[in-house]
């Protein structure tokens, strides 16, 4: 008897559909979808960065970055907070409707890539200052990421800055940088202004004619 239950507890959980495991996910909304045997319902779903469990099956708490608990034996689900580029795992906690008793499943690999996004450069010249502001504008599903921008004159460069930042998930950011005209440069010179977004996994650039202000 002792046998049976055992083997009925370890065969009795929820099977995923999507992502399957192993699987790579091109967006931080990803549709989770599940099986589950006919006498169980679904309770929860746990979304982790670390595929460790509890005796009982369970992620640990300090490892779950999502979940929610379901009342009406949901069969798939979709996070509203979006998820970051990076490494996870989803595991489904359920019960048997006859015996009450608890089963979570395998947790249940797949990664979301990085993924950047450079969106039109804007300058603005002051010409009595003699500056030129640049704004960097982006969207990223990163959780730091480093913008870039490099003046250019013949292929030389003139003057380069960096920035690395916090990125909020699912909100535009932006970097404004700025270049204080050298008097040995002219103003109204022909220069090439390089600018480029890099995260871990994922580069981007842009390069745009400007003149010197």
């Known amino acids: 008897m002792v046998a049976g239950i055992a083997t009925g507890t370890a065969l009795a959980a929820a099977t995923p559909v999507t992502p399957p495991p192993g699987a790579v996910v091109t967006t931080s909304h990803p549709l989770f979808s599940w099986t589950l045997p006919p006498n169980e319902q679904s309770d929860a779903i746990y979304i982790a960065d670390k595929p460790d469990t509890t005796p009982e099956g369970k992620f640990y708490d300090e490892n779950v970055v999502d979940l929610d608990v379901f009342t009406g034996d949901e069969r798939q689900w979709s996070p509203s907070s979006p998820l970051y580029a990076g490494a996870y795992w989803w595991l489904v906690w359920s019960h048997d409707t006859g015996t009450y008793e608890s089963y979570y499943s395998a947790p249940a690999a797949f990664t979301i890539p990085a993924a950047l996004t450079l969106l039109p450069v804007k300058t603005h010249r002051y010409l009595t200052l003699h ?49 204080y005209r050298p008097k040995r440069i002219k103003e109204g010179t022909r220069l090439t202004l390089e600018v480029s977004l890099l995260a871990t996994g994922a580069k981007k650039k842009r390069a745009v004619v400007v003149r010197a202000p």
């Open 131 to 179: 500056w030129l502001d640049v704004t960097v504008r982006l969207n990223a599903n990163v959780h730091v990421l480093t913008a870039k921008v490099r003046l250019l004159r013949h292929r030389k460069p003139l003057w380069a800055r960096s920035e690395s930042e916090d990125n909020l998930i699912g909100s535009p950011g932006s970097t404004t940088f700025t270049w």
